[in-house]
């Protein structure tokens, strides 16, 4: 099978289309019911974001709602490790799942 100049780039660049990951992206608030200090995040897939110590988000989210289709994955260590909480839908309040104010890193795909 031969390919041409056009068709070999097409194809090229149909698969750097595939392998580029797409930034995921997850907005937290402070608070229950998306209430206080809030924020929306997004990183490349699988980027893992760490809250420095004293940082106001370092174990204060209450709240958390990911994009679309999304999988976030909290961890209550820096440099995402330690016990974790995946998080697929709107979580209006972590209150009662054990991961409410926990929350010291994070990464989503």
């Known amino acids: 099978m031969r390919f041409n100049s056009k068709s070999a780039a097409a194809f090229i660049l149909s698969t750097l289309t595939f392998a580029y990951a797409a930034p995921a992206g ?3 608030c402070v608070d229950p019911s998306f209430q206080g200090s809030c924020a929306y995040v997004s990183a490349e897939a699988g980027t893992c974001i ?3 110590a004293g940082d106001s988000w370092n174990k ?4 958390i709602l ?3 289709s999304t999988v976030c994955t909290f961890y209550n260590a820096v440099n ?3 016990t974790t909480f995946q998080v ?3 979580y209006a309040t972590l209150v009662g799942t054990g991961f409410n ?3 010291s890193s994070f990464a989503c795909s």
């Open 80 to 82: 995402c490790t330690g």
């Open 50 to 52: 760490s809250f420095a």
């Open 26 to 28: 997850v907005y937290f």
């Open 60 to 63: 204060a989210i209450s709240s």
């Open 88 to 90: 697929t839908e709107e």
């Open 66 to 68: 990911p994009d679309v």
């Open 101 to 103: 104010e926990q929350a």
